[in-house]
């Protein structure tokens, strides 16, 4: 008896990591999130590219070389000193953030905008901050992921290709067995690449949050609750001044607002696996904005929101294109009933080894 109970967690912790790709709607909302996050950065510092990252940056190529030599960092962008190819590299930066968002291609576009993001942060390394960061990481991590099973031109082409090759299941059973096992291996492959990259972005973010709410904990300013005080005072982290010094009018709120702080981050790895989880994550929700609007940090707030995204369950993204057709009616407004999509607010059933298509992505 012992023995069988020694066996039985190892036992589903493969079938976990090898049955079925896990959050797949999660990991397309964090590619769809980050896509669009990276998109509109650029877009914003369209006016400024050349200072930041092009070849009248202060920080010169010459400058960058010499630090890539040191760190092994690499960048595209540091292939010319032309003008002409350094827009052409912006274009394709942007090209490429919008196909990742819209998931075409994905397994190709996953690792285009991995580059892209990797580049353009080690030409201006010390520009960047620690929202900067987490969409490098985010990128890198999302090449592993299936990001484009769900709401992505992949997925729907796939719907497509189902729909006029019905047949498909039957033709399959002729594979001979070599065939048949090589693709079944494709697709276990798949899942357990799949499934340890939403765990490594798991781990990645409640990583940050307890390490961020640990720090916050040995520091003087947060134990007395003074600390958003000082920042609120910080002329780098005030871009609407007039708000700031009305906020920190209330002491005590301010104070309390601190303490909760502290307290959600320290607490958010403990509550994962229970219902406590979705209220940490309306206050994390809530305190990201803060630091958004407040502190002028839209980057790192909109990178922090999206990663929380990978914690909500595919059961609550699948309801909610039926959430939003039953808001439409009350409202009056008729939408176009959707074409094959799964009954109720279900799940649909993940690709198995009989009904998988050639494109895994």
């Known amino acids: 008896m012992g023995s069988e109970q020694l066996r039985k967690p190892p036992a589903a912790a493969i ?3 090898t049955g079925r790709p896990v959050s797949l709607y999660a990991t397309s909302v964090l590619r769809i999130g980050y896509g669009l996050l990276y998109l509109v950065f650029l877009l914003r510092e369209f006016p400024h590219r050349h ?8 920080w010169t190529p010459t400058l960058a070389a010499q630090l890539f030599d040191q760190t092994g960092w690499y960048s595209f962008l540091l292939l010319s000193d032309s003008r002409a190819y ?31 993001v990797t580049s353009f942060h080690a030409r201006s390394i010390f520009m960047t901050d620690g929202g900067d960061n987490l969409v490098l990481l985010m990128s890198l991590y999302l090449v592993l992921t299936a990001c484009g099973r769900r709401w992505s031109l992949d997925a729907r082409r796939e719907r497509r290709t189902a ?8 033709r399959s059973k002729s594979l001979s067995p070599t065939m048949r096992q090589l693709r079944d291996a494709r697709v276990t492959l798949t ?15 409640c990583f940050l949050y307890g390490s961020a709410g640990l720090y916050k904990v040995q520091g003087s300013y947060w134990a007395d609750g003074t600390a958003l005080h000082y920042v609120l005072h910080l002329e780098l982290f005030q871009p609407w001044p007039e708000l700031s010094h009305l906020l920190d009018q209330y ?10 702080t502290v307290l959600t981050q320290v607490a958010f790895p403990f509550v994962l696996f229970g219902r406590l989880k979705y209220p940490v994550l309306v206050l994390l929700l809530g305190m990201h ?19 929380d995204a990978v914690f909500l369950p595919d059961r609550f993204y699948s309801s909610l294109p039926r959430l939003g057709r039953r808001t439409a009616r009350r409202l009056g407004v008729r939408l176009p009933r959707p074409r094959g999509e799964a009954g109720g607010g279900a799940v649909p059933p993940q690709a198995r080894p009989e009904t998988l298509g050639s494109n895994l992505r």
């Not at 912006?90 to 905008?113: D, E, K, N, P, Q």
């Not at 729909?163 to 039957?170: F, K, Q, S, V």
């Open 251 to 260: 002491p005590l709120a301010i104070a309390a607002i601190g303490y909760l």
């Open 15 to 17: 079938k976990l990591v």
């Open 51 to 58: 200072e930041i990252w092009g070849p009248g940056s202060p």
């Open 163 to 170: 729909d006029r090759t019905a047949g498909a299941a039957t």
């Open 289 to 307: 904005a803060g630091i958004a609007v407040l502190l002028g940090l839209p980057v790192f707030s909109g990178a922090m929101i999206i990663a």
């Open 191 to 205: 899942t357990v690449v799949h499934n340890c990259g939403v765990f490594i972005i798991a781990a990645q973010v």
């Open 86 to 116: 350094f827009e052409l590299c912006y274009g394709v930066a942007l090209m490429t953030s919008t196909l990742f968002m819209l998931g075409w291609r994905t397994r190709a576009t996953s690792i285009a905008f991995a580059v892209v």
